[in-house]
């Protein structure tokens, strides 16, 4: 539904209106660059760009990344004087080991108020995965999660939807975000296109009775369904784009997301 330049600055605008309301500051100043909000608009700037780029990256790759956009932003600071208008994003001050602390320090401040349960160590994959999962569900972009057994895919779904309670949720932190409700379809080499549509639809009909909350479509083990003869992942684009409400003569936005876990 959103190509990644849009889905950037989508996450970016969700991430200064979080930032506002958490550091008591304007949502207009940060998604302005503000001098006021310099601080704000820095972390909303690196935390997009994770989001959209870096988390989709193998780690050797993570660090060809960062080192290319320091080299760019490097470049900037000594451009021709023709061509220094941008200059003022010095207060940037972009760095390697800069950029991965910001990173690994927001990603802490988002799932530091979740309950883990005892026994369950927050290691950097469940830490990513939260945030990753949680930031998606709030801007309704599908995700696909994907890594090797053990890497706590499964384990970050549920958490989210143990401590994701709308009001109920156990901190005013957690209370900030929507309640999440999960309808979940096993895939297998004998998947259809029926049986994800059916989940799909399950979960629709939740959504028109509960509106404030954030219904979850979560197809674990994604890459069995790639197996079956009937090819039913070609389900996906059609479910995951726009849908048109049959009680209404206008389009609204799909409220689902599908997180692949496996």
Request: charged share 10%; aromatic share 0%.
């Given at each position: 539904p959103y190509p990644p330049l849009p889905r950037c600055l989508k996450v970016y605008a969700w991430?200064?209106?979080h930032l506002a309301k958490e550091e008591g500051c304007r949502a207009v100043d940060i998604l302005?660059?503000?001098r006021t909000a310099r601080k704000q608009v820095r972390t909303a700037?690196?935390?997009g760009l994770c989001y959209c780029y870096y988390a989709r990256l193998a780690h050797a790759?993570?660090?060809r990344y960062v080192c290319a956009i320091v080299r760019a932003w490097n470049q900037l600071q000594y451009a021709p004087a023709a061509r220094r208008a941008v200059q003022s994003c010095a207060w940037l001050e972009l760095n390697e080991r800069?950029?991965?602390d910001l990173i690994y320090e927001v990603q802490l401040g988002f799932v530091r108020h979740m309950a883990l349960g005892e026994g369950i160590a927050l290691n950097t994959a469940l830490l990513e995965n939260l945030f990753m999962i949680l930031v998606s569900i709030c801007n309704c972009i599908p995700i696909f999660v994907v890594g090797k057994p053990g890497s706590s895919k499964s384990l970050a779904m549920t958490l989210v939807q143990e401590n994701l309670n709308g009001e109920a949720s156990e901190n005013a932190f957690l209370r900030s975000f929507p309640a999440v409700e999960i309808f979940s379809y096993q895939c297998s080499p004998l998947s259809t296109s029926t049986g994800i549509e059916q989940t799909f639809?399950?979960?629709?009909?939740y959504k028109r009775q509960a509106p404030g909350v954030?219904?979850?479509v979560l197809l674990d083990e994604v890459g069995l369904a790639e197996?079956?003869?009937h090819m039913p992942l070609k389900v996906l684009h059609k479910e995951v784009s726009t849908t048109r409400n049959p009680q209404a003569p206008h389009e609204i936005p799909d409220p689902r997301l599908n997180v692949q876990a496996g």
């Open positions: 991430l200064a209106h302005q660059g503000s700037l690196v935390m790759a993570r660090e800069g950029i991965a639809g399950a979960a629709l009909r954030s219904v979850v197996q079956s003869p």
